[in-house]
Every structure is written in C-alpha cells, then in structure tokens.
C-alpha cells in the first residue's frame, strides 16, 4: 500500500497544494510568482480565498498583481467581478507597479474568456474614457479581447472587427493580428466581413496597418482560409 502510485501521487499533489498556499500566506514575492504555474495546473478550490484576499487587500500592489495573474491561471470566471474592480481602481493610481497591476488585471481577465468582458472594455477603447489609458494599456486591452475571441467570444471578435476603424494605427495594427489568431484553428469559420474589412485594410494609409492586414490574410491562408487563399490568388500569387 504505501507504494501504491495513486496514493504516491495523491500525497504528493496534496503537499504541492500545502506548499502554494503557505507561499501565498507568507511567502516573499519571488516565490509568490514562481508558484503560478503551478497554481494554474492544479486548480485547487482551497486556492480560492487566500487569492481572493490577495486580491482585495489594498496595501501590496505587487502581491495584488500576483493574485490577477494567478486567477487569470485558475480560470475560474467566478473571479471576473473583482477583477474589474481591481482594473477600475488601478486606474486612479499612478506609477509602474499600479499599471503592472493594471495590466496584470487584463490580462487575467482575458484568459478567464468571459465573453462580457468585451462589454465592460468597449467604452475604454472607444469611449469618451480612452483617452484616460495609455496606448500600451489599450494594447493589452485588445490582447485580451484576443484570447476572448480564441475562446470563441463572439462579442470580443465584433469589437475586435470594431476596433479596424479606430483613429489610432496602432490599435488598427493589432485589432487585426487579434482577428487572425482567433481564427487558426478554424479558419475557415472566419466571417466573409472580416476577411473583407481584412483586404480592405491592406491598402490603408498607415504602413503598420497595411502590413498588419497582410500578415494576417498570409498567416490564415498558411492554416486553410479559403478567403485568404483566394485573395492571394487573385493578386497572381
């Protein structure tokens, strides 16, 4: 019995979870971030509360942004409320660690992929708020749109398609890539819109945004597009 390899791995995962939440506990903040692995493979309920109170609390900002991106590892979308009250608070901070924590929020909120998130985003990235945020938190706004819409959020990628238009090169640029990767592995589930606002925008007047879209039509007809394949062919190629 006591070499039994489902009672060997039962007890080792258990002192596995003893040891995340001791870390998470007292555990200085090198040690916190090196547990997050861990923490998004094992998934464990007890995990919940003391990331929750991590959370929370107001005083350590690192340690906060430990506890974001060790949800976003959990995947539980029960943690998506508190999460954009992190988000909302950070925005009144000012300096590095509040956008780390900031970003570490979006980011966490991306890979749960809640699909109302993409509502709770739009009117920073479109709205009389987006001039509140920089362009390098906007970016990581529309990255976690993107793993949304890898998840199959529908809303995320109308918003994404959405953001084609916005003033900014930059957030075009990357609304795009966004798009294309949220297709790989079903390219050909891809909307006739969007590969058209696609090839539409290989001749914008911003270079980024011109080579954004044709990197993204190529790298969908190197996994299948039917429609990116097409477009190739129809310039010669």
């Known amino acids: 019995m ?3 390899p489902r009672a060997l791995s039962a007890r080792f995962s258990e002192e596995m979870i003893q040891d995340c939440l001791l870390v998470m506990e007292s555990g200085s903040i090198e040690d916190l971030f090196e547990i997050i692995p861990r923490v998004g493979v094992i998934r464990d309920p007890r995990f919940h509360k003391p990331l929750l109170d991590l959370l ?3 005083k350590d900002l690192k340690r906060r942004e430990f506890a974001s991106y060790a949800i976003g590892a959990m995947g539980d979308r029960q943690f ?3 999460l954009k009250q992190v988000f909302i608070e950070s925005r009144t901070m000012k300096g590095r660690a509040a956008e780390d924590l900031q970003i570490s929020a979006i980011e966490a909120i991306g890979a749960l992929g809640d699909d109302a998130a993409a ?3 739009l009117p920073i990235l479109t709205g009389s708020e987006k001039e509140k945020e920089s362009i390098k938190v906007l970016r990581w706004i529309v990255e976690s749109l993107g793993a949304i819409a890898q998840q199959g959020g529908r ?3 109308d918003v994404l398609l959405r953001l084609t238009h916005h003033p900014n090169p930059e957030l075009r640029a990357q609304s795009i890539s ?4 949220a ?6 589930d891809a909307e006739a819109r969007t590969i058209a606002r696609i090839i539409e925008l290989t001749q914008d007047h911003s270079q980024i945004v011109a080579e954004s879209a044709l990197a993204a039509l190529q790298s969908l007809a190197d996994v299948g597009c039917r429609r990116a394949e097409k477009f190739f062919l129809s310039r010669g190629k």
Do not use: D, G, M, T
Request: no cysteine.
């Open 2 to 4: 006591a070499n039994n």
């Open 56 to 58: 929370i609390q107001k």
């Open 80 to 82: 998506l409320a508190p």
């Open 119 to 121: 509502e709770f985003f």
């Open 155 to 157: 809303r995320s990628l």
């Open 178 to 181: 966004e798009l294309s990767v």
């Open 183 to 188: 297709y790989w592995h079903r390219p050909n």
